[in-house]
């Protein structure tokens, strides 16, 4: 092979992978609560669609609003905070326990604490044994100082899943060392 034949195809291949960086979905940990499950982040503007497995375009695109929620606090996962409310917005029915959470979820790592206490807390009265809002909620009391009331969200953890949880784990170490969150 030539040089020049040699440098084409290294273009080439390096041309293929950037095109493809660029249009897999990047992965975020998220989704379901099971601690490994992870649900595909798309491009802005995109969302993905549990049932054909694939990024769609957002707009027009006809999925539950399961799928957006999840895929919403997948975004949040990513860090990538403001899609996540905007994905939250497009909710049919944004008054679940899980919306809610995730609201609270994005809104406080964006600083806004007290508002997000706000959104965990009518989670909490949705569903009061949903693990992995008392969770956060116990992480937003933390961020605040008020370590009695994320202790108070450790105990009731301890009623809905055990010790060995991972909400248990996660609060119980956010409690001990505030800067893990």
Known sequence: MTSATSRIA?????????AFAFTAPA???????SGGATTPTCKKGEVYDKKTQ???????????????????????KAGRYDEALAMLDTLKDGNTAEALNYRGYATRKLGRTDEGISYYLRSVQLDPQYAKVREYLGEAYVIKGRIDL????????????GTTCEEYRDLNEAIADPSKI
Do not use: P
């Open 54 to 76: 694939k990024c769609v375009k957002q707009s027009g695109a006809n999925i539950s609003d399961d799928n957006r929620t999840e895929y919403a606090y997948s975004l949040a």
């Open 150 to 161: 994320a202790r108070e969200q450790l105990g009731t953890i301890k009623t809905l899943c």
């Open 10 to 18: 290294s273009i080439l291949i390096s041309g293929a992978i950037a």
């Open 27 to 33: 992965f975020a940990a998220g989704g379901d609560d």
